[in-house]
């Protein structure tokens, strides 16, 4: 399926999705052993709306030459994995400080993903912070306040879990859920 890589470190070391992969039915974590990353092309968005999350909707190309890398973990809070070495090179990439979970504070903040037109920032608010969550990937509320993306795809869709979260120039998180009775806002999880 599609989702959006958050990180990328020097080594080539990747982690995305900000959750696990779950079972469809059951909602229960896969167990995985392996796995291949692929590029995904964005060709449309089904926007969100309350009632439905909305989804982007792309391909994968699922030939060899298409792998990006190889996924080694499906956890909790998202999957891990390395880039292919000839990969490295060739993805844009921008450096980034981790922010550890005592800097972040609710206000201003960007989120970055590709909804069909390149890698872009958007504007965000963290609304709300849980610094000791049950739930990992409930660890803070954001709400999207960027006009663009909210005439793009409604506020947060399906396929945009795993987006940095960017704030004061530091990576501090990745967007993890949509309130589906609310597109405009959603969770994040602590980058840490």
């Not at 896969?30 to 999350?53: C, F, H, M, T, W």
């Not at 980034?96 to 890698?119: R, S």
Request: with cysteine; net charge negative; proline share 2%.
């Amino acid at each position: 399926g599609i989702g959006t890589m958050t990180y990328i470190r020097a080594n080539g070391e990747f982690a995305a999705l900000g959750h696990s992969i779950s079972d469809v039915d059951t909602g229960e974590q896969l167990a995985i052993s392996k796995g291949e990353l692929y590029d995904a092309r964005i060709l449309s968005v089904q926007k969100g709306a309350a009632g439905n999350p909305g989804e982007l909707r792309g391909i994968i190309d699922y030939d060899k030459s298409h792998i990006l890398g190889e996924i080694t973990a499906n956890t909790g809070n998202g999957i891990m994995g390395k880039l292919a070495e000839q990969k490295q090179t060739t993805l844009n990439r921008t450096l980034y400080t981790m922010g550890m979970k005592q800097e972040i504070q609710t206000g201003e903040a960007q989120i970055l993903c590709d909804v069909g037109n390149g890698i872009q920032t958007y504007r965000i608010e963290i609304t709300e912070i849980d610094w000791n969550a049950r739930d990992s990937n409930k660890s803070f509320m954001i709400h999207v306040v960027d006009e663009r993306l909210m005439e793009r795809t409604g506020g947060i869709v399906q396929g945009m879990s795993g987006s940095p979260i960017i704030q004061d120039g530091k990576l501090v998180g990745a967007v993890t859920h949509v309130l589906v009775n609310d597109p405009t806002k959603g969770y994040g999880v602590f980058i840490e």
